[in-house]
């Protein structure tokens, strides 16, 4: 498998992360197409805010997966 390798000036670096935000209790919350797809929205224009690249994406009723990477200086309690 070959990896995509970023570079900067002292290092090279290749960060992917897989976040799963889950609804509180598991309740159904996001039971309407439209309701996931404006979250997809949302998740989008914040990723430049953010510093980080969205990979893919994926929402269920009651969670919602997030695959990103990001530099080594990437805060990650912020983003998440």
Do not use: C
């Not at 960060?15 to 949302?42: C, G, N, P, W």
Request: no cysteine.
């Amino acid at each position: 498998m070959k990896y995509k390798l970023n570079r900067s000036a002292h290092s090279v670096y290749s960060l992917h992360y897989h976040l799963v935000v889950v609804i509180k209790y598991r309740r159904k919350a996001l039971y309407d197409e439209a309701i996931r797809e404006r979250l997809k929205q949302i998740i989008w224009s914040l990723s430049d805010e953010l510093g980080i690249e969205i990979l893919a994406q994926e929402p269920a009723e009651d969670h919602h997966h997030i695959l990103f990477t990001a530099t080594p200086t990437t805060n990650l309690s912020t983003v998440v």
